[in-house]
């Protein structure tokens, strides 16, 4: 019985990243997703921060050339760190009201190049699970990660790898500039 659901896990997680990996040498046809503020009560939610150079997402959507809808959202393995999953969706739909405050909202993303997808580089743990996508569009790096932002008691925020949310970052420097488990 658990060499079949190990059997099973490992195809799970060679589908999704054959999924994945089927995006190079798509175009990207439209991209938005269902934001989550970085901090903020319900009544001030902050979805901007100048040392949190991304987006913060529940469901990334891409709407690819070949694949159609895609989401991309994060999944939790037994007891483990949240890791990156896709698959096809339909048409991404908000529930909220036009003018309602809430620390979620519906975003088209303009910063998502709307051109072909030159390549994709996974990064997996030892399971095969998805860690991190780097697609290379129009020569730029735009990076998927599980994680989340955390406000402390104090006010200061810490950025999470491994968990709930989907991080987008829109090039290379913002991934690079972005420091993990530390306070700011």
């Known amino acids: 019985m658990q060499a079949m659901y190990v059997d099973r896990?490992?195809?799970?997680c060679e589908d999704v990243r054959g999924l994945f990996?089927?995006?190079a040498g798509q175009y990207v046809r439209?991209?938005?997703?269902i934001e989550m503020a970085f901090?903020?009560?319900e009544t001030m939610p902050r979805f901007e921060h100048?040392?949190?150079p991304f987006v913060q997402a529940m469901v990334l959507e891409l709407v690819l050339s070949r694949a159609g809808r895609v989401h991309v959202v994060t999944w939790m393995d037994e007891d483990t760190e949240c890791r990156l999953l896709a698959h096809p969706g339909e048409t991404l739909e908000?529930?909220?009201?036009e003018g309602e405050v809430s620390i979620?909202?519906?975003r088209r993303l303009a910063e998502?190049?709307?051109k072909r997808i030159e390549r994709v580089d996974l990064s997996v743990d030892d399971a095969g699970r998805i860690l991190e996508i780097r697609l290379q569009v129009a020569g730029a790096g735009i990076h998927l990660l599980a994680g989340e932002v955390y406000e402390g008691r104090d006010g200061r925020l810490t950025v999470i790898e491994g968990d709930e949310s989907v991080l987008i970052f829109f090039n290379d420097d913002a991934r690079g500039r972005t420091r993990f488990d530390t306070p700011i």
Do not use: T, V
């Open 30 to 33: 439209g991209a938005c997703c």
């Open 50 to 52: 100048p040392d949190l």
């Open 21 to 23: 990996a089927s995006f």
């Open 94 to 97: 908000w529930s909220g009201s």
């Open 112 to 114: 998502f190049q709307r």
């Open 39 to 41: 901090c903020g009560e």
């Open 9 to 12: 896990k490992e195809k799970f």
């Open 104 to 106: 979620y909202r519906y």
